[in-house]
Structure formats: C-alpha cells, structure tokens
C-alpha cells in the first residue's frame, strides 16, 4: 500500500467510448500528478495539480481531461482515445510544488493499465 | 534543461552478485536526484534521494547510490542482490525550487538462480 490508489487496473476501450481513470492519495498532499508510460520511452509529465489548480499542461491532446476536485482525488477522462494512447498512466502525489525539496518528494501510486483497440 | 541517461537497458546478476546500476544527468547545477524502482504490474517506489551533503546516500532495500559531481552520474549499488530485487529501475533528476522530474528510460533488471 503505498498511499496512492490508482482505479481500475486495468482498462480496454475503443476508440469511440468515455471512460475515466480515478486516483486517490491518502497521504495528506496538495500536490498530484498523471503521468505516461510507455514502452521503452521515459515517463512522460502530462499534468500537475496543486490544491485543485492545474499549473501544468505539458502539450496533451485534447482527447485527455483531467479533473482534480479535491486535493485527495484525480481523475483523467478519456475520449477518443487513439491505440497509440495506449500505455501505464501513472498517478502520483507530493506534499507540495514549492517549498522544501523534502515536500517535493513524489509517490506514485500502481498505475492503470490502457489499451485501446 | 536537465536530462538522464541510463546506458543499460537490461542487466542479468546472479542472485548473491553485487549490482551496479548507472545513472547519467545533464545539468548545470546541483541537480536533486533520486532512484525509484518498479516491479511487474505496480507502480514506482522510492528508493533514495539525493539533495545535498553526504555524496554517498542509503536508500531502502539495502540499496545505495554516490552522487559524483565530476563523472555526472548517480549509480546505484547493491552488494548482494536477491531474487525480489528483478524490476525496473528508474533514475530521475530535479532541479531548483521546481517539481518536475526527468526520468531515465530504465534498467530491466533480471536475477538468475
């Protein structure tokens, strides 16, 4: 258990449904993040929320919507989605963006798992 | 702008053999680096960090990494390695008052019997 809980799992869809992907810290932070991961290719940052205002879109397609309506959840709505977007969207959560590099410190939570057809 | 580099992709020890992962960065200051690990099916972990001070650094797991400023790397050691510890290994680096990370690619760590 690592303080950061990612639903579901594990996701199909194609590329005509909405679907949403869900975190949840249990940590106390004000601070979360949606990664990418995919194969062979470095994490990729595609948003940063600190108590619930977004202060980073890193060039997302519009298909992706994240929505953080408090500063223990997260989610990322899907729509559209094309079979390159599929990949390990990775949640993650920090005590705060600024301050001491300690409260920067970042926790991760397991990952969903997309695939899209 | 801050890069990583982790030159090898997958690495096989024997479990009980030591293990050195490596960890290159592109910075021109005192970057903020640190070590998480990922194994199959979970999330990433947090294994050590390094932010100021002492250049040798003791993470979890019985893990260890030396920051040295002249060869711009971060490696991370391990004098005898166990089964559990196959996973992925990332390195990132941080840099400034700022919370981004730059991660590494990865180092697929595999341990034969």
């Known amino acids: 258990e690592t303080g950061v809980t990612q639903t579901p799992r594990h996701l199909v869809m194609g590329m005509t449904n909405k679907k949403s992907l869900k975190c949840e810290q249990h940590l106390g932070h004000n601070a979360m993040y949606w990664y990418k991961q995919s194969a062979k290719k470095p994490l990729e940052l595609m948003f940063v929320y600190s108590l619930e205002e977004r202060v980073e879109n890193n060039s997302v397609p519009s298909r992706f919507s994240p929505e953080c309506p408090n500063s223990s959840h997260l989610f990322l709505h899907l729509h559209t989605l094309q079979p390159e977007d599929s990949a390990l969207y990775l949640c993650?959560?920090?005590?705060?963006?600024?301050?001491?590099?300690?409260?920067?410190?970042?926790?991760f939570g397991a990952g969903t798992r997309l695939s899209v057809l | 702008a801050q890069s990583v580099t982790q030159p090898d992709i997958h690495i096989t020890v024997s479990e009980g053999a030591s293990l050195e992962l490596r960890c290159n960065y592109s910075y021109g200051a005192t970057p903020y680096l640190f070590w998480y690990v990922q194994s199959p099916g979970q999330g990433l972990q947090l294994l050590l960090k390094y932010f100021s001070g002492d250049t040798l650094v003791q993470g979890i797991k019985g893990f260890e990494a030396e920051f040295k400023r002249s060869q711009s790397s971060f490696n991370l050691r391990k004098p005898s390695v166990h089964w559990s510890d196959a996973a992925e290994y990332f390195c990132?680096?941080?840099?400034?008052?700022?919370?981004?990370?730059?991660f590494g690619k990865g180092t697929s760590l595999l341990v034969t019997p």
């Open positions: 990132a680096v941080g840099a400034g008052s700022g919370y981004a990370l730059n």
């Open positions: 993650a959560s920090s005590q705060d963006l600024r301050g001491t590099l300690a409260k920067n410190i970042q926790y």
